[in-house]
């Protein structure tokens, strides 16, 4: 249920953002903007909020202990790497300092 749950959530996400990439940069050619709908009206990252649910779940599915805290580690390191990704977006898109305003909350609702 978690790895289809996170799954679920990353279309949600990829669905509401066309900006959506596995590399941090700009798309001026696309008129690159902040997306703040959908999803994206909830928690400013759902990508990377689904990602716990895929992990835990996959090392739940699959009765690997090990791999459950493995995805612990790796979703420690994506907290890391969102950081950087968000002082990017406040340094290259100005609109995105009003997004984290209107939307206080990185991957839990109600946490920032």
């Known amino acids: 249920m978690l790895f289809a749950l996170g799954w679920s959530l990353k ?3 990829l669905r509401a953002n ?3 990439t596995a590399v941090v940069c700009l798309q001026h050619e696309r008129a690159h903007a902040v997306a703040d709908t959908g ?17 835990m779940g996959l090392g739940l599915w699959l009765e690997s202990y090990a ?5 612990v580690i790796s979703v420690a390191l994506m907290v890391l790497r969102l950081q950087g990704e968000e002082r990017f ?8 300092q009003d997004s984290i305003e209107r939307v ?3 991957l839990i609702p109600g946490v920032s």
């Open 104 to 106: 206080p909350h990185r």
């Open 11 to 13: 279309q949600l996400a």
């Open 18 to 20: 066309a900006f959506a």
């Open 67 to 71: 791999a459950v805290l493995g995805a």
């Open 89 to 96: 977006l406040c340094r290259a898109l100005p609109e995105y």
């Open 39 to 55: 999803v994206y009206a909830i928690v400013r990252h759902p990508f990377y909020a689904a990602d716990p649910f895929i992990l």
